[in-house]
């Protein structure tokens, strides 16, 4: 059976195939769709054909994409509506007030901007501030490749944040602290590609992805990023303690947990990108060796001091969310 996707059509349109004498297959296209389109005889459509055996009819196949613009008024949530219109894919985003714009809101605008790739400040006024998007409208780079990045840079933070806690160095967890905010950038950078690869079929052919997996990538991407924010938590604690440093077995069961911890994010991505379901069970199969280190993290706990205890109970509670969140990646195999 063959599946015709009109783009600027959201009602099914059920039509019959008809055969000319020479054996031409041919169907007609909706009148009104064609009049939208401002289509006329002998103009020239696109018609290209999915890996799932869909026909995709482009009218508009060699023109460039229109620029999306929207408008925001200065108020309270200001920072979370440019990073939503940010994730919508908007083009420009101009921030304007009536009479000028404060400096507390003008520092959220750059703030918020310089949380966003590819997000500058075009134009600024004393009323207005106009922000563009530097990035292609139409996406080159693969979900996949900003997934990795990503995790890189996470893993890196899994096992730096753990360090500066055993070890006692708060220059450490500040470097990881700030890491943090290149793995946010890249967490919005790769949400805005996946909407805008489901608003325009013809980009999952050309990134390789379907619309089911764009979904599974938006998770991972989430699961990813908590994972950094449980690492700034790990971090937190580092800088809390001030430099204390831990020695004898809980310095050791403390790295051992990590290097699971490490171990299981890395399994986790690799048969998400593989589809290996093999791989993506080993990551579940490491629970008991989890527990039990974290249970023998916890035994040692109560020797400590009642400053100590709670932090390191705390630090072993954000390790263990980790594991659950790589998990939860490994799951996304099917």
Not at 194 to 207: A, D, V
Not at 213 to 235: K, T, W
Request: proline content about 3%; some cysteine; charged content about 25%.
């Amino acid at each position: 059976m063959c599946y015709i996707t009109l783009e600027g059509s959201f009602l099914a349109d059920l039509r019959k195939i008809q055969k000319t004498p020479t054996g031409t297959f041919f169907v007609c296209l909706p009148r009104d769709w064609a009049k939208k389109k401002g289509l006329n005889k002998g103009d020239l459509v696109c018609i290209d054909i999915t890996s799932d055996g869909k026909v995709v009819v482009d009218a508009e196949y060699n023109a460039e994409p229109p620029t999306r613009t929207t408008s925001l008024t200065v108020g309270p949530y200001l920072g979370r509506e440019i990073v939503g219109r940010y994730l919508l894919g908007y083009d420009t985003i101009d921030i304007e007030a009536k009479d000028r714009i404060d400096s507390a809101a003008r520092s959220t605008v750059k703030s918020t901007a310089s949380s966003l790739s590819g997000l500058e400040i075009f134009e600024e006024t004393s009323s207005k501030i106009s922000l563009h998007s530097l990035m292609q409208q139409q996406p080159s780079t693969s979900p996949e490749k900003i997934l990795q990045r990503n995790y890189a840079i996470v893993a890196g933070m899994i096992r730096d944040a753990t360090n500066s806690f055993v070890y006692g160095d708060v220059e450490l967890a500040k470097n990881v602290i700030a890491r943090d905010d290149e793995s946010n950038r890249l967490y919005f950078l790769l949400v805005r590609i996946l909407r805008t690869i489901i608003q325009n079929p013809r980009l999952n052919e050309k990134l390789g992805i379907t619309p089911i997996e764009c979904l599974d990538y938006r998770l991972a991407a989430s699961l990813i990023e908590g994972i950094g924010d449980a690492c700034v938590q790990v971090a937190g604690k580092a800088i809390a303690l001030n430099g204390f440093k831990f020695s004898g077995e809980l310095q050791k069961l403390l790295v051992e947990l990590q290097t699971i911890c490490c171990q299981a994010h890395e399994q986790a991505l690799k048969s998400f990108v593989t589809k290996d379901i093999a791989l993506a069970a080993s990551v579940r199969s490491m629970r008991e060796e989890v527990d039990t280190t974290a249970s023998g993290i916890e035994k040692v706990a109560k020797g400590a001091s009642v400053d100590l205890m709670p932090q390191i109970l705390a630090v072993t509670s954000f390790l263990r969310q980790i594991y659950e969140r790589s998990v939860d990646i490994a799951d996304l195999v099917a």
